[in-house]
């Protein structure tokens, strides 16, 4: 089944404790990116990235960190975690500019 | 700066009537719109895809349209059932392939 996979679904953490939070895609797509959802303000881009090893920011990168060695997997990092990044988290993917995004199923984090 | 608007905020309806979504952004020039549902806490289930050169899409009871040079489309769901309460987002793909989304319709189909 084509889809966008992310783990963890749920994950609460501790001030400044470093965590990973994994994507991956069977679907062959260039393109990835991530996103936060918070109440009042939306869903807001992080990062992305067009290829293997070309990410750039989006609105809100401050406080993350990606990567993309390999074109399937697109984890997030967060190498301090802080409350204020408590928030729902998608990943997402697409084929190309142009063509329609799949959405991973979401992570909750919680930051105390 | 592409800024998506959605109208209205919120909507409750009776079961069996027709449900009339509106999204508006500031910038024509897009990729493509997309419309997708968000049950609560859950992710987001793409549902019409227009690219920037089509007028309408459809699918079941679902009919979308787009008039870019207006900044504007529209999502249209037949026969509405409880079923359909959610909350209903359009994004617009900018040239970098970017998706910019709206804040969202929260519909609400009573029994």
């Known amino acids: 089944e084509a889809q966008v996979t992310q783990n963890p679904r749920y994950l609460i953490t501790v001030t400044g404790k470093k965590l990973t939070v994994t994507c991956s895609q069977n679907m062959n797509h260039e393109y990835m990116s991530w996103y936060r959802q918070d109440p009042g303000l939306g869903l807001r881009q992080i990062y992305y990235s067009m290829n293997v090893e070309v990410t750039d920011k989006g609105d809100v990168p401050e406080g993350y960190k990606v990567s993309r060695k390999e074109k399937r997997n697109f984890p997030l990092i967060l190498e301090s975690p802080s409350p204020n990044q408590t928030s729902l988290y998608f990943c997402?993917?697409?084929?190309?500019?142009?063509?329609?995004?799949?959405f991973g199923s979401g992570t909750r984090l919680t930051v105390v | 700066k592409q800024e998506v608007t959605q109208i209205p905020a919120a909507l409750s309806v009776p079961e069996g009537e027709n449900l009339v979504l509106n999204c508006s952004f500031t910038d024509s020039a897009i990729y493509n719109l997309q419309w997708f549902r968000q049950d609560p806490g859950k992710g987001l289930t793409s549902l019409l895809l227009?690219?920037?050169?089509?007028r309408e899409q459809t699918s079941g009871r679902l009919n979308a349209s787009l008039d870019k040079s207006s900044g504007r489309s529209t999502l249209y769901i037949a026969a509405s059932q409880p079923g359909d309460s959610a909350t209903y987002l359009c994004?617009?793909?900018?040239?970098?392939?970017?998706?910019?989304f709206g804040a969202g319709t929260q519909v609400v189909v009573t029994p």
């Open positions: 997402a993917s697409s084929l190309s500019t142009g063509v329609g995004y799949t």
């Open positions: 227009i690219q920037s050169s089509q």
């Open positions: 994004a617009v793909t900018d040239s970098w392939g970017k998706l910019q």
